[in-house]
């Protein structure tokens, strides 16, 4: 039996994963895993794929073929609220947030997905903030709270696999420093996180590993001990 933090274990494995939009072929063959406890990214420039990725995982996409392999079981073929039973929770890049609903009343939202999911004192106890402005509603909030708010509904489901996508974008720096530390919490805690990133400085420090994408492929995979001599491929495809 595996253990909550077992990293030989994968949660999520994809393999020749081709999505489309309509007539659109976004994803090209796409191969990737994630071990459980890991942090990953997907970089890339915008219209690469990334978010198709996260979105195909979810089976949010027109079609989709090859096979997503979720806690050992195929998903190709399962609707997506069948999807987030297994304990997936997606973060869109809108993030979703019910804006006439004050913090308190969107975290009370969620069905309990899963028994273990946190509880309202473990939320506010990670996210400070929203204690503090429980009773705002979302038109209130700053757009770090309805970023904070949309993760911390997700963990409120009991999600271990977290797709995360673009939660730093426009954000002040201070907040992106507190999202990177609630990240290595749930890290700890053993989750799984899948991230879409365009701050790479943001995401080079707690990531375990980064995909490259381009043109709905996989072009490069990097890990942490490689950044360094992979700087060039880099700079090729992210200009950093």
Known sequence: MTSATDKSFEDLRISDLHSFYGESHI????????????????????????????????????????SIMINGEETINTLPHHIARLGVGFCPEERGIFA????????????????????????????????????????RLSGGEQQMLAMARILRTGARILLLDEITEGLAPVIVQKLAEVLEKLK?????????????????????????????QIVEEIRKDELESKQEILNTYLGV
């Open 188 to 216: 700890s805690k053993g989750l799984t996180i899948l991230l879409v990133e365009q701050n790479f400085r943001f995401a080079a420090p707690i990531a375990d590993r980064h995909y490259l994408m381009e043109h709905g």
């Open 27 to 66: 994803l090209h063959g796409i191969d990737l895993n994630v071990k459980r406890g890991e942090l990953v990214t997907l970089l890339g420039r915008n219209g690469s794929g990334r978010s198709t990725t996260l979105k195909s995982i979810m089976n949010m996409v027109g079609k989709r073929t090859g």
């Open 100 to 139: 006439s609903l004050n913090v308190e009343e969107n975290l009370l939202l969620p069905p309990t997905v899963r028994s273990d999911g946190m509880s309202l004192d473990e939320i506010y106890d990670m996210f400070p903030n929203l204690l503090e402005r429980r009773k705002s509603v979302g038109t």
